[in-house]
């Protein structure tokens, strides 16, 4: 085939392949057309689930007739004219391809009026624009575009479709994603007849959080604590959940840089690595979060779906994302008040039920029949007033928990968690210290294992020389190990050599100075499980008031190393309920 210049209609859709995967994808380019025109409210209309129609109607300031078509041509846009206007774009778009990309798959309809126009005009065209030029039509102010028919010339790509309910979900999450994005503009949805959500405009703190909990999960801010943190220009706000309240999927993740919601490699690392400590590998955690920076940091000109930014400092964003969540959940502790009820009635079910305060909030899983207690409410900083929040301990309870009693009334501990948690965090300093203590086993230990696990172990000896292990290889499938923590030295050797060696491979796998402290962390956590107090051995009641004081000051007490809670608090006046006593 000899080279020639593509036609219009194929380049565009060409463009299409990458701009508009989907009818979630279409929807989002609309109502962030919708968005830059200034719109206070845009109401999005679809049928089954986008593929047979999809109808975004805004009343922002329109398009005047003599644009119309042009807002359809490639590469025509109002919203930059020069490279220093791309340098710092502040709309969400940029690239003058999407309405012409829609266009160019679709069987499209634009009716747009300005401010200043008497009625609107519209045109129409599959494929492609049709000869002819706009025609007069009744149209508020503001624009209503209409898709219908997706992908109705490019069967290759409406055969990557999936079902209705499928596309639905995605461009239901597509808006819900926008609408966290501008609190100012009210956002309403409908499905065929079905009117899904109708979000009004929030101006203050009370119609934001209700917009929050609409489209995110009605706990979530129950269980969350608010940032806001500013350092080098760069501003970081929203809300993260409590690593309790973390999630079996990646579903509760918005996370917004200037505005726009993107997907970062760097940016989702360093939330992950934040949260590492506190929360378990297969767990994810939650969070609503707006980045803020002068717009000349970073480049937006990435992908046509405009999702992804590059920084121009990377390391600098990474550090500073990282640091203010693993700050904010470390100053979580303990907080000598709770701010949940347990509603009884006589002889009745009773409920725990979480109520915020400040930063402090509590949930609690409600569960049919049972008396269940919150974790106690939370706070970022230690509460100077009351040195001993968790108070004095009273017994132990079938070898699992503690009893202790403070001002409020009863707490109860969960004792392995806690002191997992307790020794996961001093030994961390340690590490971080470079003062990892070692002691000698009296007697060395052998292991039998695999060649190549021998193999790693005789590799990765000087690694794991820094978390205080001495271990060197004894043979073709055998290990000796001569020292340990102290911590373990009591312990059994054998099963944590076999957890050791998988994660020392790890490390030396693992180049980046973050991942490699993430693998020395996870073998410090195991360590800390296994150094726990085990469940049914007794301690003495100054070992737990001990392990009470520890927990007091130790980051992150309140969870264990996956996340669940250590410790619950039952006031005296939830005690006297449950008794029917004072009423
Ligand atoms: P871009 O958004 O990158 O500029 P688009 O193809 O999405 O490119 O839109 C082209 C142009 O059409 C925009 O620059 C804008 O001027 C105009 N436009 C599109 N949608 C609207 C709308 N809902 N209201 C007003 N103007 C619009
Ligand atoms: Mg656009």
């Known amino acids: 085939m000899p080279i020639r210049v593509l036609p219009d209609t194929l380049i565009n859709q060409i463009a299409a392949g990458e701009v508009v995967e989907r009818p979630a994808a279409v929807v989002k380019e609309l109502v962030e057309n919708s968005i830059d025109a200034g719109a206070t409210r845009i109401e999005v ?24 078509a042009l807002a359809l041509t490639r590469h025509a846009t109002s919203k930059i004219g020069s490279l220093d206007d791309l340098e710092r774009v ?12 829609i266009l160019s798959v679709s069987r499209l309809s634009l009716s747009s009026r300005t401010r200043g126009e008497a009625h609107g005009w519209r045109v129409a065209g599959d494929g492609a624009l049709p000869a002819t030029g706009p025609e007069p039509a009744a149209h508020l102010p503001g624009t209503t575009i209409e898709v219908r028919d997706l992908f109705f010339n490019t069967p290759a790509r409406r055969k990557f479709l999936r079902s209705e309910s499928t596309e639905f979900r995605h461009l239901d999450t597509a808006i819900r994603r926008i609408a966290l994005a501008r609190f100012d503009v009210a956002f309403r949805l409908t499905h065929g007849t079905r009117g899904v959500f109708d979000l009004p405009a929030a101006s203050d703190g009370r119609g934001r959080d209700a917009r929050v909990a609409r489209v995110t999960d009605p706990a979530f801010l129950d269980n969350a604590l608010r940032i806001d943190e500013e350092r080098l220009g760069l501003r970081l706000h929203g809300w993260i959940a409590l690593p309790s309240f973390s999630r079996a999927q990646a579903d509760l993740q918005y996370l917004y840089v200037n505005g726009r919601a993107v997907r970062d490699k760097l940016l989702s690392h360093a939330l992950r690595r934040a949260y590492a400590d506190a929360l378990h590998g297969s767990r994810y955690p ?69 109520r915020q305060s400040g930063f402090g909030y509590a949930a609690a899983p ?10 106690m409410a939370w706070r970022p900083e230690p ?43 001093r030994m961390k300093q ?26 790693q172990a005789e590799n990765a000896q000087s690694r794991l020389r820094a978390l205080g292990i001495e271990i060197e290889r004894a043979g073709l499938t ?25 994660a020392a491979a790890e490390q030396d796998s693992r180049q980046h100075f973050s991942e490699v402290r993430e693998a020395q962390e996870r073998v410090l956590a195991d360590m800390a499980c296994r150094a726990a107090v085990r469940a049914g051995r007794q301690l003495t009641l100054a070992e737990m008031d001990g392990l ?3 927990m007091e000051h130790t980051d992150l007490a309140g969870q264990c190393n996956h996340g669940r809670p250590t410790w619950v608090q039952f006031r005296h006046d939830e005690l006297d309920r449950l008794f029917l006593r004072g009423r």
Not at 395 to 406: C, E, K, S, T
Not at 432 to 445: F, K
Not at 485 to 494: E, K
């Open 478 to 502: 055998t290990v000796r190990v001569r020292a340990v923590p102290p911590l373990l030295a009591g312990g059994d050797v054998a099963t944590l050599v076999s957890g050791l060696l998988g």
């Open 383 to 425: 509460t100077p007033a009351t040195p001993q929040p968790l108070g004095r301990a009273l017994a132990q309870l079938n070898g699992i928990f503690i009893l202790a009693q403070n001002e409020l009334g009863l707490v109860l501990v969960d004792m392995h968690a806690a002191h997992e948690r307790v020794l996961y965090e």
């Open 45 to 68: 209309a679809v049928e089954q689930g986008g593929l047979g129609a999809i109808v975004v109607r805004d009343d922002g300031h329109g398009i005047p007739p003599a644009e119309i």
């Open 366 to 375: 409600r569960v049919g029949s049972q008396l269940l207690a919150a974790p």
């Open 90 to 101: 502040g709309t969400l778009g940029f690239r003058g391809e999407a309405l012409p990309s």
């Open 286 to 354: 939650a969070y609503v979060l707006y980045l803020e920076m002068d717009p000349a940091r970073i480049d937006v000109n990435v992908h046509p779906a405009k999702t992804e930014v590059r920084f121009r400092d990377s390391a600098m964003v990474h550090d500073f994302l990282f640091g203010a969540i693993h700050q904010a959940l470390r100053r979580v502790r303990p907080e000598p008040a709770t701010h949940h009820q347990v509603n009884l009635e006589p002889g009745a079910t009773a409920v725990a039920e979480s």
């Open 430 to 455: 340690q590490l971080a210290a470079g003062d990892m203590p070692s002691q000698q086993l009296l007697v060395p230990v052998s292991v039998t294992v695999r060649e190549d696990e021998a193999d």
């Open 548 to 550: 009470l004081r520890d």
